[in-house]
T-cell receptor
Framework: DQQVKQNSPSLSVQEGRISILNCDYT??????FLWYKKYPAEGPTFLIS?????DKNEDGRFTVFLNKSAKHLSLHIVPSQPGDSAVYFC???????????????FGTGTRLTIIP | DTGVSQDPRHKITKRGQNVTFRCDPI?????LYWYRQTLGQGPEFLTY????????KSRLLSDRFSAERPKGSFSTLEIQRTEQGDSAMYLC?????????????FGPGTRLTVT
């Protein structure tokens, strides 16, 4: 039962353009969402998060959008840079509604390749 | 403090042997998590601690797996009688239980290969 889905295993984007990574979830109890970036042979690195009380959160080149009615979120990277090439994981948790239970449920990841 | 550290980074063992991994979290973090990641998948939750108390264990954590966090500092994950299906990347993460935001910070992982 895949509660967090990233349907695009890979994505290639020209340097300087916008990268859009998508994520869907099925569990309506999820109320906090995170994006992680992972390089080979390293652990996931936290990028940006959003709680269900917001529909957008921005941090520099990274913006996350949340559409609760569609149970969909997306990560926008603009402009894309070669160092952004990595695997991106979407994760979700029930942080707000269940403060004592904060395990993350991850998607399967999208490999982003930035073409110089 | 430079982040979450894990030791060893790589472990090759024969089926049936026991292995133990160590995780040192970020010093001010009171929560510590273990995840497992296999090829092509995202990390899957195994268990987590608040201070020294183990608060939740996943169904993935069979009775051959045991985790401890003595004194609420570092943690160990032991796998007894390893099987080839245990081959995976074992990730540790830590977080601080706050009220305004919530992120887990991951270590580099321990890659286990069972032959």
């Amino acid at each position: 039962d895949q509660q967090v889905k990233q349907n695009s295993p890979s994505l290639s984007v020209q340097e300087g353009r916008i990268s859009i990574l998508n994520c869907d979830y099925t569990n309506s109890m999820f109320d906090y969402f995170l994006w992680y970036k992972k390089y080979p042979a390293e652990g996931p690195t936290f990028l940006i998060s959003i709680s269900s009380i917001k529909d957008k959160n921005e941090d520099g080149r990274f913006t996350v959008f949340l559409n609760k009615s569609a149970k969909h979120l997306s990560l926008h990277i603009v402009p894309s840079q070669p160092g952004d090439s990595a695997v991106y994981f979407c994760a979700a948790t029930t942080w707000i509604s269940n403060f004592g239970n904060e395990k993350l449920t991850f998607g399967t990841g999208t490999r982003l390749t930035i073409i110089p | 403090d430079t982040g979450v550290s894990q030791d060893p980074r790589h472990k090759i063992t024969k089926r049936g042997q026991n292995v133990t991994f160590r995780c040192d979290p970020i010093s001010e973090h009171n929560r510590l998590y273990w995840y497992r990641q296999t090829l092509g998948q995202g990390p899957e939750f195994l268990t987590y601690f608040q201070n020294e108390a183990q608060l939740e264990k996943s169904r993935l954590l069979s009775d051959r797996f045991s985790a401890e966090r003595p004194k609420g500092s570092f943690s160990t994950l032991e796998i007894q009688r390893t099987e080839q299906g245990d081959s995976a990347m074992y990730l540790c993460a830590s977080s601080f239980q706050g009220e305004s935001s919530y992120e887990q910070y991951f270590g580099p992982g321990t890659r286990l290969t069972v032959t």
